[in-house]
């Protein structure tokens, strides 16, 4: 499926920094999950929700799944974006549909899924009443 960055709830534009570059002159494999975690957080915050905040009252929203597809490499200088979608898969589980595009030719560089689940101080999974909203107005219903 070709996407736009239309297509997404959140964008979040970066540039790739020297040290974030290995031997092979090409971003560390370790380093998009820091990209994908940022943007993760950028779209909860933009969409009225902080993620510290959220951890401090006791609301954890942990990650259970990591699926990263690397397709090209990145390479010091290289401006990107990564495109976030939310879908929720049930009343206390979600996923976080990533994306990331060079800027210069919109290549894709890598697909990612991220399955989160909403857990409460006990570390219980739990239907959580303030995302609620939050789910309401981002995320998408997963069609299964």
């Known amino acids: 499926m070709v996407r736009k960055l239309s297509d997404y709830n959140s964008t979040l534009h970066l540039e790739v920094r020297d040290y974030e570059c ?9 380093v998009y999950q820091h990209y994908l975690e940022h943007a993760r957080h ?3 915050k933009q969409f009225g929700l902080n993620f510290a905040e959220l951890s401090q009252k006791g609301i ?6 990591a699926l990263l597809e690397y397709k090209h490499p990145l390479r010091s200088n290289d401006s990107f974006v990564v495109g976030t979608n939310m879908v929720r898969c049930s009343d206390v ?5 990533q994306d990331v595009f060079r800027l210069s030719d919109q290549r894709l560089i890598l697909t990612s899924t991220f399955t989160c689940a909403a857990m409460n101080a006990q570390g219980r999974p ?5 995302l609620e909203d939050f789910f309401n107005r981002v995320a998408r219903r997963s069609p299964t």
């Open 22 to 30: 290995d031997l092979q002159g090409i971003v560390n494999n370790a």
């Open 42 to 44: 950028q779209l909860l």
């Open 60 to 65: 954890n929203l942990v990650i259970v799944k």
């Open 93 to 97: 589980r979600f996923d976080f549909l």
């Open 126 to 130: 739990t239907k959580l009443d303030v």
